[in-house]
């Protein structure tokens, strides 16, 4: 059986505008969690170099740029769910199309992952 996980999508951010960036997606009910600092994230510093470095080595070269960048999270508030449905496609939509405005500034592949749900709680929980 498979524990509860949130959908994520996992993002190099650019910290020149990673504030904007961040308010820019909460008007949108997307939050972002830098790993490094996720308060339920046990060794948030060492995952997400670990992240980052997973991400660099896999373009081989071509997103050297980002290699300072601030890794994140961006989990889906919940607007976007309906009960037990999979999370909508117009939620990725707008994931992705925020993210396309920052596209000299943001790095990351297309699609989601999960994490456990304690990783990304609401900021109100936390």
Request: charged share 25%; aromatic share 10%.
């Amino acid at each position: 059986m498979r524990h509860p996980h949130a959908n994520v999508a996992t993002v190099l951010v650019d910290p020149a505008v990673l504030r904007d960036l961040e308010l820019e997606l909460a008007t949108l009910d997307l939050w972002v969690w830098p790993i490094a600092t996720t308060p339920t994230c046990p060794d948030g510093p060492r995952m997400a170099f670990q992240i980052r470095r997973r991400l660099l080595e896999g373009r081989r070269g071509a997103w050297d740029c980002a290699a300072g960048w601030a890794a994140v999270w961006i989990s889906f508030g919940e607007t976007w769910y309906r009960g037990a449905e999979p999370l909508p496609w117009v939620a990725h939509a707008a994931l992705w199309d925020k993210l396309g405005e920052y596209a000299d500034h943001t790095r990351y592949r297309l699609g989601l992952g999960g994490v456990p749900v304690e990783l990304v709680r609401r900021r109100t929980e936390v």
